[in-house]
């Protein structure tokens, strides 16, 4: 990549710019540390605009559960299979849609109580169009005790149950419970979209939201830049999320851009961050030690008004006893 000099600005906000300058040594370090993987970011001129694109990390911070679309454009859940019939739902397709029966592999098969003279015939119940047994064919008795067999071959556990309907209403790891179409991502999980340095904070929302096929409004989110001290910064929505995770350095150990609840966080200042760390004990004895420093300051101004009240009083009893000039 080119890191010319570049004089011109670049916005990064409403009414906040940075020069190009500046943003390409800021972007240099982020290529560098993400350096060999899929997270360096590009940045190209279009219309004497400059323009940085890339893959941004988002990690969920949401409390609350939030609907997704029962079925998927591309993809949709296959219904379980019937208890009465083992290939119930076997002719649906990828799509959803009903696909021509399948054939039937050439099983030979024989009832045990078939007719002693041995006619050819195919039964009424050999609907599936099973050729009739052959001489020299070895034979696969189907009684009731192979069907019961069969069956019982696929009855599972409790626990594998629980296992398997894990495993396929989950998305990323995360539990999906398809008959109310919630969604409850894990707290600090990670995902990403493709994004560039012209969108603002609601546009990255809404393709995030897209992408999870969530049926939520995205005004009732918000971005925030959350750094490990407990600092909160909300992303207001004439802010580019990507120019501000460039600004804020690539080390996601110290800061992560979270996806939250727009009502339920509250923004931290840097000031009020650096206490939060602290032990109970600790926040009290600082609480005590400005509660000291406090009752001096109150002190020391009660006596400075003091000593100015007895000032005038003696100015104005001098007054008083001075005769009146014609």
């Known amino acids: 990549m ?33 350096e060999g993987q899929n997270l360096q970011l590009r940045h190209r001129e279009e219309e004497d605009e400059f323009i940085v694109e890339g893959l941004l990390n988002i990690s969920w911070g949401l409390r609350r559960p939030i609907r997704l679309q029962m079925q998927d454009d591309n993809e949709r859940i296959r219904p379980p299979p019937s208890s009465s019939s083992w290939h119930s739902g076997c002719n649906l397709g990828a799509q959803g849609t009903t696909l021509k029966p399948l054939t039937v592999p050439n099983v030979q098969i024989s009832e045990v109580d078939a007719p002693p003279e041995g006619d050819q015939m195919p039964s009424p119940t050999d609907s599936r169009g099973l050729k009739p047994l052959q001489e020299d064919t070895p034979q696969l008795m189907r009684t009731r005790s192979d069907v019961g067999v069969r069956r019982r071959g696929n009855v599972r556990t409790p626990s594998d149950q629980r296992r398997i309907r894990r495993h396929r209403f989950s998305i990323n790891g995360h539990f999906y419970n398809h008959k109310t179409s919630v969604f409850t991502p894990a707290y600090g999980s990670v995902t990403n979209v493709r994004i560039n340095s012209t969108m603002t904070t609601p546009q990255v929302l809404k393709l995030l939201l897209n992408k999870f096929k969530i049926e939520n409004s995205a005004e009732e989110f918000a971005l925030y830049v959350v750094h490990t001290s407990g600092e909160k910064q909300k992303l207001k929505t004439t802010d580019y999320p990507l120019i501000a995770r460039i600004l804020q350095g690539p080390c996601e150990q110290v800061s992560k851009v979270f996806l939250m609840e727009k009502d339920q966080v509250e923004e931290v200042t840097y000031d009020v961050a650096q206490y939060i760390k602290f032990e109970m004990p600790v926040l009290k004895s600082f609480i005590q030690k400005l509660q000291e420093e406090e009752d001096r300051e109150v002190k020391k101004l009660m006596r400075k008004y003091t000593v100015l009240r007895l000032m005038i009083r003696q100015r104005l009893e001098e007054i008083a006893e001075t005769p009146a000039t014609i």
């Open 2 to 34: 080119d890191y010319s000099h570049q004089t011109s600005l670049v916005p990064c906000g409403q009414d906040k710019y940075i020069s190009k300058n500046e943003l390409l040594l800021h972007l240099k370090t982020y290529n560098l540390y993400y």
